[in-house]
């Protein structure tokens, strides 16, 4: 993934609303969700969620499929997941960071 990507990535999560949008659309698995959906779920005006939905598609992180005359969207899993690698990546110097600590009780 490249440093654009992921910044453009970052830069479209980094809005509330978009980053609960992304949620639910990962919530949603791969059958995805309509717009009417996710409006009833977040309680957003469709003006918003088209505008924000648009944000989050032309960032990678989510697809639209016609599905007759339902628009559905669904996460890109593939993008989210470069993205996580991009992120971590030579994470601590190639030493674990998540050793739970010891108790010598």
């Not at 479209?12 to 919530?27: E, G, H």
């Not at 030493?95 to 009780?105: K, L, M, N, S």
Request: aromatic content about 6%; proline content about 7%; hydrophobic content about 40%.
């Amino acid at each position: 993934m490249e440093e654009t990507e992921v910044i453009r990535a970052l830069a479209a999560l980094a809005q509330p609303l978009r980053l609960r949008i992304f949620r639910s659309l990962v919530v949603a698995g791969p059958s995805g969700l309509t717009p009417g959906q996710l409006c009833e779920q977040l309680d957003v005006p469709a003006t918003s969620l088209s505008f924000h939905l648009k944000e989050l598609t032309t960032a990678g992180l989510a697809s639209q499929q016609r599905d007759g005359r339902y628009l559905i969207y669904r996460a890109s899993y593939e993008q989210m997941n470069d993205l996580l690698a991009y992120l971590t990546a030579h994470c601590c110097q190639g030493e674990p960071c998540a050793v739970p600590p010891t108790c010598d009780c």
